[in-house]
């Protein structure tokens, strides 16, 4: 700062200029006011940056409107439009996150119908560290299906009913989180999708069973569906509704599998629920 500055800021600070200057315009319109009987709107606005400026120096919340009245209004307009700024005239199109104008343009063409199209290559630097892309194969390989699937208890074990699951099932969510329709539609896509759904705590409902899709029974940790009214494990419940899978044609439920059909995997965590002794083995 100059040394003149510092003389005029020892009597007046210089950071209420723009207060002062407001004040000064207040003065001068509202003599033209008085005099000629125009300019009125001029001395109200002038008027309200000056209570503005007494409002800023009495609060206590925000220093630099403390510091800097009516100015320091700026600082918190410039701030709320920063992103505004930022997106319109600083970042490139292929710059920002998560998604980039571009990216984001994309996703309201396609949206509005409109063509979506780039000619002529692209705008990434495809020479650009960690870029990443994939290249067409002269020689691909035929997948014999979509449908991947890994076998639980196939061959080499002791297994006698092996169960081909889906690497996409529907991961647990009870009942009781859940409503009627909401089970019965995600049964539904399990038994269309050929894949999996977990009961989630809270047993086996009639609704789980409407649709027929593969079930994995999840008992842990109390028990759910297979247990006494002392709270103990019930084997005789866990046997009846066990008999579930298609290879078994016994049990009391057995006309249910073969009318709506249905894998079902017993899930059994770890604590090996329902099929431990008493060390827990």
């Not at 020892?10 to 002062?20: E, G, I, Q």
């Not at 061959?155 to 099932?169: D, E, M, R």
Request: proline share 3%; charged share 20%.
């Amino acid at each position: 700062m100059h040394a003149w500055l510092h003389r005029i800021d020892n009597h007046f600070p210089v950071r209420y200029t723009v207060w002062l200057a407001s004040a000064v315009g207040l003065l001068l319109f509202a003599f033209t006011f008085v005099a000629f009987g125009i300019g009125g709107i001029g001395a109200l606005f002038f008027l309200g940056l000056v209570l503005l400026g007494f409002r800023d120096t009495r609060q206590t919340r925000h220093s630099v409107l403390r510091n800097y009245p009516v100015i320091g209004h700026l600082r918190f307009l410039l701030e709320f439009i920063r992103p505004e700024m930022r997106q319109y005239f600083i970042e490139s199109d292929n710059e920002a996150a998560p998604f980039s104008r571009q990216q984001r343009s994309l996703v309201y063409q396609r949206a509005k119908g409109d063509p979506d199209k780039r000619p002529f290559g692209t705008q990434l630097d495809v020479h650009a560290s960690g870029y990443e892309w994939i290249n067409h194969s002269m020689a691909p390989t035929e997948l014999p299906t979509h449908d991947f699937r890994i076998t639980i208890g196939g061959s080499g074990t002791s297994c006698t009913q092996p169960y081909s699951a889906s690497i996409f099932n529907i991961s647990a969510m009870s009942f009781g989180a859940l409503s009627a329709n909401a089970v019965l539609a995600l049964n539904g896509g399990a038994k269309r999708g050929g894949f999996a759904h977990d009961t989630g705590e809270g047993s086996i409902s009639e609704h789980h069973r409407v649709h027929g899709g593969d079930l994995i029974w999840e008992i842990g940790s109390g028990y759910f569906g297979c247990r006494n009214a002392d709270g103990s494990f019930s084997e005789e419940r866990f046997a009846r509704r066990g008999n579930f899978f298609h290879d078994t044609g016994e049990g009391s439920i057995s006309k249910w599998h073969r009318e709506r059909g249905g894998d079902l995997v017993w899930e059994i965590g770890s604590g090996y629920f329902g099929c431990r002794d008493a060390q827990g083995r």
